[in-house]
């Protein structure tokens, strides 16, 4: 048996493949998350919840960290779903639906409420479709 033969190996592969798409997929969602805070700022939009201002670098580190647990969950179901990648991406639209209620709900401005439901579509955009194209149909 070669090495390309060995299910351990293409499975290994798999996962590596994955888990470097998640992160690149990731980084580049918490960049276009803070670039869109940052531009709606700029355009006189606040980023104030309750009172406190959320700085522009949460806006990343929330993303990564959503994201990473969106690369964790596509691992998960790669292992165990019949179809990893309909049910990825049927998981995380409801997912990312559901983030959307705190952004609703929370004491800030209607324009305030709009920028933070952008930033979670943004990073969905990025991230959904890049790990998903990784699992198996």
């Given at each position: 048996?070669?090495?390309?033969?060995s299910?351990?190996?293409?499975a290994?592969?798999?996962?590596?493949?994955?888990?470097?798409?998640?992160?690149?997929?990731?980084?580049?969602?918490?960049a276009?998350?803070?670039?869109?805070?940052?531009?709606?700022?700029?355009?006189?939009?606040?980023?104030?919840?309750?009172?406190?201002?959320?700085?522009?670098?949460?806006?990343?580190?929330?993303?990564?960290?959503?994201?990473?647990?969106?690369?964790?969950?596509?691992?998960?179901?790669?292992?165990?779903?019949?179809?990893?990648?309909?049910?990825?991406?049927?998981?995380?639209?409801?997912?990312?639906?559901?983030?959307?209620?705190?952004?609703?709900?929370?004491?800030?401005?209607?324009?305030?409420?709009?920028?933070?439901?952008?930033?979670?579509?943004?990073?969905?955009?990025?991230?959904?479709?890049?790990?998903?194209?990784?699992?198996?149909?």
């Amino acid at each position: 048996m070669t090495t390309t033969d060995s299910p351990v190996r293409t499975a290994t592969a798999t996962v590596g493949a994955l888990i470097r798409t998640g992160v690149i997929a990731t980084v580049a969602a918490s960049a276009a998350t803070m670039a869109v805070a940052a531009g709606g700022h700029a355009a006189g939009v606040s980023l104030d919840l309750g009172g406190a201002p959320i700085p522009v670098s949460g806006f990343g580190v929330l993303t990564a960290v959503f994201s990473l647990i969106g690369v964790v969950i596509a691992m998960l179901l790669s292992r165990y779903a019949r179809r990893p990648q309909r049910t990825f991406v049927h998981t995380t639209v409801v997912l990312t639906v559901l983030s959307l209620v705190p952004d609703v709900i929370v004491d800030a401005g209607v324009a305030t409420k709009a920028l933070l439901m952008l930033t979670h579509l943004v990073a969905a955009a990025i991230v959904i479709p890049a790990v998903a194209r990784r699992l198996a149909a």
